[in-house]
């Protein structure tokens, strides 16, 4: 019940970040950082982890993890 929670949280707040001003580069760099190791998501985030969920929730789960990277990566500072 709370994962599936997390997750439609987590899907709700990701456009938010995608559509989010270029000047908010960098403050959307470190959430997506953040997401991505913040121990609490540790279990829902980890590969092993998520191949043990029922085969939807493995789907979403790996989609959106691959999104968060990508818009981490994304809003990387450029080396100059």
């Known amino acids: 019940m709370y994962r599936r929670q997390a997750l439609e949280v987590?899907?709700?707040?990701?456009?938010?970040?995608?559509?989010?001003?270029?000047?908010?580069?960098?403050?959307?760099?470190r959430e997506m950082q953040y997401?991505?190791?913040d121990p609490d998501l540790?279990?829902?985030?980890?590969?092993?982890?998520?191949?043990?969920l029922p085969k939807d929730e493995?789907?979403?789960?790996?989609?959106?993890?691959?999104n968060v990277r990508r818009l981490r990566d994304q809003t990387a500072a450029t080396p100059k």
């Open 10 to 29: 987590l899907q709700a707040e990701l456009p938010n970040f995608q559509n989010a001003p270029a000047a908010n580069r960098a403050a959307v760099y």
């Open 58 to 66: 493995q789907e979403a789960w790996r989609a959106l993890w691959s």
């Open 42 to 52: 540790a279990l829902i985030r980890h590969p092993i982890a998520i191949g043990l």
């Open 35 to 37: 997401w991505l190791t």
